[in-house]
């Protein structure tokens, strides 16, 4: 049983004994944190009602092998050029919104819509600020694909040679996390919600993705407690809070201050623990 002041430990292996000791003393330096953007991609369901779409990272990826997580990804610089097509929120409104200043803001932005599409074709982009494209499952699309993924092509050029603008209005603020300073990789990770597109397909495209589903975060949070699906807990805490929505409508305009939160360590007894945000741990079994 955790102590009082513990009661938001999360067990780790104890291999990582050492580590959590050497950063904790600053004899160990902690990986930088890159900076990411990660989209929960909505959808109203008929018989199911609200549902998010999710993919299973590969068992061989270095980072989070084998859990389950929404799409999304590393900035690339390039994800900051000032003539992207552009409609809806500026950079500066999500500055504020995600505590960035301009220049991150707009890369934040566009890695989001970049890697929603690289990894699920989804594409919260249009020919006007009050359109969206439709079917993008083309052989055509693919190619283009493809280039944002070898970084032969920017998003900015992607857009431009589609004639098409970044639709930050089909974008909210979600959540800010941090991956702990005990990992060898590390994120500084802004949470995107959107709505899927009419018009489009969600698919597995992604080749660091090996099984995906709509599910309703209900009951993706249960399975991520109950151990059946792998989950870092930023995921569980995101699945747990629309769960207490019942409409893509309702999550789009749901108020939301955001906070940053970046999990911390312990040796609790001669334990490791990874110290949980209360917002967090309250989502999982402890103690």
């Not at 040679?161 to 941090?178: F, M, N």
Request: glycine share 8%; charged share 25%.
């Amino acid at each position: 049983m955790l102590g009082p002041a513990m009661v938001n430990g999360l067990r780790l292996p104890a291999e990582l004994r050492e580590r959590i000791e050497g950063i904790n003393a600053g004899t160990l330096p902690p990986a930088p944190a890159r900076h990411a953007a990660t989209v929960v991609v909505l959808r109203d369901h008929a018989e199911h009602g609200l549902q998010a779409f999710m993919l299973r990272r590969v068992a061989s990826m270095a980072f989070a092998p084998g859990a389950y997580v929404f799409p999304g990804g590393s900035v690339d610089p390039r994800d900051g050029e000032a003539a992207l097509g552009w409609s809806g929120p500026s950079p500066s409104d999500w500055g504020k919104a995600f505590n960035a200043d301009e220049t991150l803001a707009r890369e934040l932005v566009c890695a989001a819509v970049r890697e929603t599409f690289e990894e699920t074709l989804v594409l919260l982009a249009g020919p006007s600020g009050d359109s969206v494209v439709g079917d993008t499952r083309g052989d055509d699309w693919e190619v283009d694909r493809q280039a944002l993924l070898d970084r032969s092509r920017s998003f900015g050029e992607f857009l431009d040679q589609r004639g098409l603008v970044l639709r930050s209005d089909l974008l909210r603020p979600w959540a800010h996390w941090i991956t702990p300073a005990v990992e060898p990789k590390r994120y500084d990770t802004r949470f995107f919600v959107a709505a899927m597109p009419q018009g489009q397909r969600a698919r597995d495209v992604s080749t660091e993705a090996d099984r995906v589903a709509w599910v309703s975060p209900a009951e993706a949070a249960r399975r991520g407690r109950d151990g059946e699906w792998i989950m870092l807990p930023p995921t569980l805490a995101t699945l747990a809070e629309l769960a207490e929505y019942e409409t893509v409508a309702e999550v789009l305009a749901a108020p939301r201050e955001i906070v940053m939160h970046e999990p911390t360590t312990e040796i609790v007894d001669g334990e490791p623990y990874l110290v949980l945000p209360e917002s967090a741990a309250r989502h999982y079994r402890l103690g």
